[in-house]
């Protein structure tokens, strides 16, 4: 699996959850690995596509008529249909987990931007408010999300941890899970958090940050 990580390209609209810790318009060019519905991977380098919010794995939303759908894994294949065989991402900084950001193309098309315009993503307007008029075309044609009621992504992120932090030891809500493959945390919002029991006699532990769960030799779980 060849990847490149190489200079040259620019961009301009950092957005404020970024810290210009690496050279401006650094890119990585490769195979993607789908994480999420706004996140990826490319050669073991987690990306998460910058200006937008995708649904949680999750997470399910309102049709018209009142019906769920699973907007989360909805998201997660469209942006798997969108990455094709080789995606390029220009670095526009680090997000708080230290997880590159970055504006991705693939087949010539901006993929954070058709995220946003399929009505599988919202303008992350907290950070950036480079897809607002995407946004607001997908919510004039009551695409995706916008067909009827949706949480989004990150009240719902503060809903879960809330409701783990208020029963977990001591309020740290974070999972760590010891399995086959290896040591991997689970934060409120996994699909498989409430299926993962602590088990201290395995080594397993609840962590209270996911600085501390990574500094400790645990990572984030997929689609989390």
Not at 95 to 109: E, I, P, T, V, W
Request: hydrophobic content about 35%; charged content about 25%.
């Amino acid at each position: 699996m060849a990847f490149a990580l190489t200079g040259g390209l620019t961009g301009s609209g950092c957005s404020a959850e970024s810290t210009e810790n690496s050279p401006p318009g650094q890119y990585i060019i490769g195979p993607a690995r789908v994480v999420d519905g706004d996140t990826i991977d490319i050669a073991g380098t987690r990306i998460r596509l910058e200006g937008i919010d995708a649904p949680e794995a999750s997470q399910t939303c309102e049709r018209r008529d009142g019906s769920k759908w699973p907007c989360g894994r909805a998201a997660a294949k469209a942006l798997t249909e969108l990455v094709g065989s080789e995606v390029e991402c220009a670095r526009h900084g680090t997000d708080k987990y230290d997880r590159m950001l970055g504006l991705c193309s693939a087949n010539g098309q901006d993929i954070n931007r058709a995220m946003v315009k399929s009505g599988l993503a919202w303008a992350f307007v907290k950070y950036s408010t480079r897809y607002t008029a995407e946004e607001g075309a997908a919510r004039a044609n009551l695409s995706g999300i916008w067909q009827g009621k949706a949480e989004a992504p990150w009240n719902f992120r503060q809903h879960r941890w809330q409701a783990a932090e208020s029963t977990a030891p001591e309020g740290c809500a974070i999972k760590g899970n010891v399995s086959d493959k290896g040591k991997i945390y689970h934060l409120p919002w996994s699909p498989w958090y409430s299926k993962v029991t602590i088990n201290a006699g395995q080594g397993e532990r609840w962590f209270c940050s996911e600085g501390e769960a990574e500094a400790a030799g645990w990572r984030r779980a997929n689609g989390a």
